[in-house]
Every structure is written in C-alpha cells, then in structure tokens.
C-alpha cells in the first residue's frame, strides 16, 4: 500500500503542476478571513489559529489605499508569507457608493429609463463600463505590486444578473456591435435577443475574468493569478449570467461558495456540487467556502454558526472531493465560537488529504445537467422546469447508493465506454448530434432513463414536432406539443365542479396537484374489501419496476400528462388519472376513473433498454418528496443496472456514499444525513446512527484485502464473497471515510 501511495502522491503532484503550474494551486485548506477597520489585526492570535487549523493558504481582504483596513492586509498578509502560507488578496468591487455615483456616471448601470440601477450603498456598476474594464485591473495590479500577494481573489465582480438588463449607451453600443440588434425589453416579449443577449453577457463576464487574470500577471509574474468567488450550485450561474464551465478552464483553481440553501437536501446537493464541479475542473482544486457565522433562512454574520451545520457542509463538501476553505466573521471577538468550528475539519483533512483528492469515480451511471436546457427551456421558470427534476433524481440516487458522474449534454457525444446507463431528467434541450450520440449508445447495448420533455425542443428553443428521441424512447406526439409551462401550470377544474371551493387540490400548484397514476395490471378486485363497481383483477404479473405496490391500483402523481402513441413494441406501466377534487370529503372520487395517457413506458432499443417517464416523478420528488415516488424511481435505478451496483449499505440511516479509486484500493466517503437533509433550519446536532452493514463490489486483485475506518479508527472484519466485500460499521456518527485495500 505504502508504494502505490507513493506513485498516487507522486501523479497528483504531476497534474496539479500541470494544470496550474502554481504554487496557489497546490494550497488545499484555505481560512477566508474577513476584517473590520475598526479593529487592528492581532498578529499573534491570528498565527496561532492558522497553526492548529492546518491551514496551507489565507485570504485576506484589502482596501483601497491609504486605509485602515489596507495597512491591516499589509501586515497579515506579511505574517502569513512568513507562517508560508499561500496568500490571496480579496478585492471587493461590483457596488458604488453614492459619491462614486455621482462622480462617475459612466461606471453606473441603469434601467430602460436612464437611471441608475440602485445598490445596497449607492448603485450597481456595469460590466461594461470604465470601472470594471479599466479600474479592477488597476486595482488589482496596485494591490500586487503594494502587497505581494501569490494572487488575487474577486468578489461582486460579475455585475448584474439576467433578471437586471443595463441599458446604459456603452451596453447598448457594444451589443449592437455584436450582431444582436437592440437590447431586449424582456425575455418574454423576444425569447431570441434575449438569448442572444445572455449569451453575450457571459461572454462579457468570461472577458473580464481574463482581462482580471491578465493584470495579476502582469504585476506579478506569470504565476500570480486572479481567480473569481462563483457560485458552487447549479441554478445562481446561470441566473448572474456567468459560463462555469468556460471560467473552470480559465484558472488554476476556484472558490465556490456554499450559498444559504432554504430548501431540504441541501447536504446531498453539496455532495453532487462536488461531483459536478471536479467534473468541470479536470484536476484544477475547487475550494468550497463554508462560512462559520449563522447564514440559514436569515444571515446574521457576527453569531456563530451551529457546528454541526458548518462541518457536515464542509464533510459533504469532502466526499464530491472539493478541498475545505472556513469564512470568518468580520469580529471573532464578539463570539469566539466560530474560531472551533473549522480547525477540527481542516486537520483532519491534512491527515486523510491523500484519499480525499478527486480520484476516479468508480460509476457506470452518467447524470446529464445541462445549463443550456435551464437557459433556454426552462428560463424564467429553470427551478422547476430543470433543477427540480436534476434535484429529485440527485435525491433519489443518493437514497439508493448509486455511484454516477454529472455529464454536460456536449459529453454525451464523447468516449461512453464506461458508461452502462445514462439518466436525462427533463433534459428537453437537446442538439441533433447530442440526440444521435444517445441513440448509439442505447442501440450499442446502453440503458437509458428519460424523463418529461426530453429531446422535444431545439438547441434555439424551438419546439420539434416529435421527440428527438421518439424512436428510441418508443413514443410520440399526439397532434401536437403541449405547451412549454403545462407540466407546472395549474390544471383547469374537472368538468361541472363547483368553483366556489377555497381549498381545491387543483389551485395549489404544481407540487400539490390532486392527480394519480394507475398501475397495470390493476389488482384491486384480488385485495381484501371493502369493494366497490368496476374494479378489475387483469391477470399477470406486475414489471419489476412496480415493485412493492401489489397492495395498490393508484400512486399519488401530482402532475398533468398528455396524450401519447406508444409504440406496439413498448409496454406502459403507469396510465394517467386526471385532476380531482381533494375537498370537500365526499366531492373526493376520481372524475375519469381511467385514461391511455402513459406516465412509464419500457422497452428495448437496438441492443439496449430504455424507461421513459412523460409522468416527471423527479421532478415531482425534487418539488415534494413522496416516498412512493422514491421507491418507483429506486425501482428504475435497479431495474436499469441490473446487479451492476457498486454500493450498498442497509441499516437504519440516510446515508450519503461516493466510491473512489485510489491507486490498487477503494476509498468509501460516507456522510450520515439522518435527520439533517430533511429540515429547512441549520443543523443544531448530528443523529448518530448504526451498526450499518455496507457491501461494496471489489475487483479481483481485493479479495481478501483489509477494511479500515479513518475517522473512527476501527477495523472492522470483512467477509468477502461473489466478487464483493461485506462489513459493519458499528456506529455512524457524522461521516466516515472507509479504505479497502
């Protein structure tokens, strides 16, 4: 073990250098530090922390000089270098105050009608003006050349976001300039410029990350770089109108920033942030900055976070192999108990650093996220057109402890030999060539699990008169498509309901909507009474996919369907029974007792299986997490990999697992989410959990290789049979990090 973790030190080493060639990229713990220019900096505390935090890299905002804040950057950033510390100087721009405002009108972004756009101090600057193109880079080649920092880090320096158009001269000029014609009035009323336009703002926001990096350079040699604060989710990217992906390519490492996540599975979203951004990254560090000031439903920046919050955000953040990075408060001495909270984590890190790097994920499953499907599907409504779907299947594959890698709808048309299923969930943005890429690998013997809408629209956002797909997912339109907002739009009222009732299940919207599926074949007449006229008992048996519902002719859906043609080769599932009712009690029946519409269709396509689900069951698990929808979407995860599952780990726990290989052994990241991803408040204390029994696939040169616990430091005694290892973990308290070999 000692010599291949010689030769894993030694290759992580060799793409770090090769994807940085710099020194701020080989800093894996980073303490984000935040000043006040009322209090002077205490040298010494501040050493001392850094010291038993383990920490390889600070950052350390600075002012504008001469300032009381600049000379305390000035002093720690010295102290730093001397603790060798990498150091980065945090420059803060994007908002003006008033008198900047007023003195440069050309730096300030403004509305339809002329005006400045406000901001919190003063106003919003636009990225197109003299501030941002010209002042930043000066700025950032003053602070090299005053502090000698390794590098640069930027905050607020995106500017304004999509729902905020600048409409000042030099916007407009540049626009036009372009090609793109005159500033959209709104997305809605001209869906293509405003897509011409925010394909243009990115590009502008990618500009000013190079023109950024430029300066940095120039001031301090080729390898002091700048490097930009970006979002670590899926939908605040798009909605700033910043290119992740283009930005990950452009610098030796970034920092991305746990935002206040309101909703349930928040943890489980930081574990596939990970997977998605070293996805992107190709071997670059992503630091995730945790902050350790309360920030939940409210932000309140001089109270502690609870720690039991912060750190399974940061363990999270460990098992999708982003590196840790603490923010502090700006004053620590009003309570001191943000300064415990990340020493624990970040030593740990330094003594399990080794195994916690982006090594290979060992899945066979690919995950498709597409930011053009968000952009120019989804837009105003992306949340639940796109991420909820995204959401609901990362939830579900999290529950069943199926390993996958996030792809981008470009990878589809890449190397897939690794690949046994892919999973597109409501991805209805599809090019010709992405589409036909999916086509020969299910015809090659692949399985595919769609959802919703997918393959019906064009890369421009023109809707196709027939799925993409529809050969391959054995189904087609019926007339013609329905509208781009039915699958989230409220349903119209049953026929001759009365419409005077307050509480209606139909007015809810989209999570509450009173519809069902039925299952077939229907087993209602076989079950114990009470009966009532027309219930049937079909003769066969169910799909495998319906495991677990003999007990039941219906599931709660929650959505709306549309008519389909099936293919004669495929078999339907589910079938659709449309809105009702849900009050008053006796007005509770089902108007349509039973429809053809197809909510889940099965089939095979060339060598390969397919499941298409038009019924969007992730989507409505990602909205409002049924567990019936849960079980059918496990069901399809096995039904779809067969006995090709990597993990498995069965006890009295949610737990959260992602598989490594390191070198000649495994590495398991267990993250114990019981009681945590289901609540909207941060997190006071952890739920201990066991014993757990956990059985992981091996290869063959494993059998019989030893099972250790990193983080309990137990050795548990493995069985090993049938090609896998079996074990027990006899308590799980906040996360694990397993090792076999």
Not at 146 to 165: C, F, H, I, M, Q
Request: proline letters at 7%; aromatic letters at 6%.
């Amino acid at each position: 073990m000692a010599q291949s973790d010689s030769r894993a030190r030694a290759a992580i080493g060799a793409r770090s250098k090769r994807a940085s060639g710099s020194q701020v990229a080989q800093a894996r713990r980073w303490i984000w530090m935040n000043l006040s220019s009322e209090l002077p900096p205490d040298v010494g505390q501040w050493r001392e922390f850094w010291k038993r935090s383990a920490a390889q890299g600070v950052v350390i905002p600075v002012g504008n000089a001469p300032s009381p804040l600049e000379q305390s950057a000035v002093e720690l950033i010295q102290a730093a270098r001397d603790a060798r510390l990498v150091v980065l100087a945090r420059l803060d721009s994007g908002m003006l105050d008033e008198a900047a405002v007023s003195a440069n009108p050309t730096w300030v972004a403004r509305d339809a009608q002329g005006r400045p756009i406000p901001g919190p101090s003063g106003g919003v600057a636009c990225v197109n003006g003299p501030y941002f193109r010209d002042l930043i880079p000066q700025r950032i080649g003053a602070i090299v050349a005053r502090s000698r920092p390794d590098g640069v880090v930027g905050t607020g320096w995106g500017g304004l976001g999509e729902d905020a158009t600048c409409y000042c001269e030099l916007c407009a000029r540049a626009f036009a300039a372009s090609g793109g014609g005159r500033l959209p009035d709104s997305r809605e009323a001209d869906t293509a410029t405003f897509e011409r336009w925010r394909i243009w703002s990115r590009d502008q926001r990618t500009a000013l990350w190079i023109a950024n990096d430029r300066a940095a350079q120039q001031a301090g040699g080729r390898e002091c770089r700048w490097t930009g604060l970006l979002p670590a989710d899926r939908d605040h990217p798009l909605a700033s109108l910043l290119d992740v992906p283009a930005l990950a390519g452009a610098t030796p490492l970034f920092f991305a920033e746990s935002r206040p996540l309101r909703r349930t599975g928040r943890f489980r979203s930081a574990i596939d942030n990970g997977r998605r951004l070293t996805e992107l990254a190709q071997g670059r560090p992503v630091i995730l900055l945790t902050p350790t000031y309360h920030r939940s439903v409210r932000a309140f920046t001089l109270s502690s976070a609870p720690a039991a919050e912060a750190r399974l955000l940061m363990f999270s953040g460990l098992a999708g192999a982003l590196a840790p990075a603490v923010e502090l408060p700006v004053n620590t001495t009003g309570d001191a108990r943000s300064l415990e909270i990340g020493p624990p984590v970040l030593e740990w890190h330094r003594a399990n650093e080794l195994d916690l790097q982006d090594h290979p994920l060992v899945a066979s499953v690919g995950l498709v996220w597409s930011a053009a499907n968000a952009s120019v599907y989804g837009r105003e409504h992306s949340d639940l057109l796109c991420d909820a779907p995204y959401r609901g299947m990362v939830h579900a594959l999290t529950g069943a402890h199926v390993q996958y890698r996030v792809l981008s709808p470009a990878q589809l048309t890449r190397d897939l030999s690794w690949c046994s299923a892919l999973i597109l969930p409501n991805i209805a943005v599809l090019s010709d060539a992405e589409a036909m890429a999916v086509r020969r690998f299910v015809e090659r013997g692949g399985t595919l699990v769609a959802t919703g809408e997918t393959s019906l629209y064009e890369t421009n956002g023109q809707v196709r008169s027939d799925y993409a797909l529809a050969d391959v997912l054995g189904a087609h339109l019926v007339d013609r498509a329905p509208a781009r907002l039915a699958a989230i739009t409220k349903p119209t009222p049953p026929s001759g309901y009365d419409r005077r009732g307050p509480t209606l299940g139909w007015l809810k919207g989209p999570s509450t909507d009173h519809s069902y599926v039925r299952l077939s074949p229907e087993y209602a007449a076989r079950q114990c009474g009470p009966h009532k006229a027309g219930e049937r008992a079909e003769p066969g048996a169910r799909h495998s996919i319906l495991a677990g519902f003999d007990e039941t002719d219906l599931l709660a859906f929650g959505g709306v369907l549309h008519p389909l043609k099936v293919e004669p080769s495929r078999l339907v599932l589910l079938t659709y029974v449309p809105p009702f009712p849900s009050s008053p009690i006796d007005e509770v029946y089902p108007r349509e007792e039973r429809t053809s519409i197809p909510g889940v269709i099965v089939g095979e396509f060339g060598r390969g299986r397919v499941v298409f689900m038009p019924a969007d069951f992730d989507r409505r698990y990602g909205i409002d997490p049924i567990c019936d929808h849960r079980k059918l979407l496990e069901n399809v995860f096995e039904w779809a990999l067969g006995s090709a599952v990597p993990v498995r780990i069965s006890g009295p726990a949610v737990v959260g697992s992602v598989l490594r290989q390191h070198g000649g052994a495994l590495v398991l990241h267990l993250v114990n989410l019981t009681g945590a991803d289901n609540q909207v408040g941060a997190l006071g204390s952890y739920t201990p959990v066991g014993p757990l029994r956990v059985s992981v696939a091996v290869p063959q040169g494993l059998a019989g290789a030893r099972v250790r616990l990193r983080v309990s430091g137990a050795t548990p005694l493995p069985t090993y049979s049938e090609g896998r290892v079996e074990f027990e973990i006899a308590r799980l308290v906040d996360h694990e990090l397993v090792l076999i070999g």
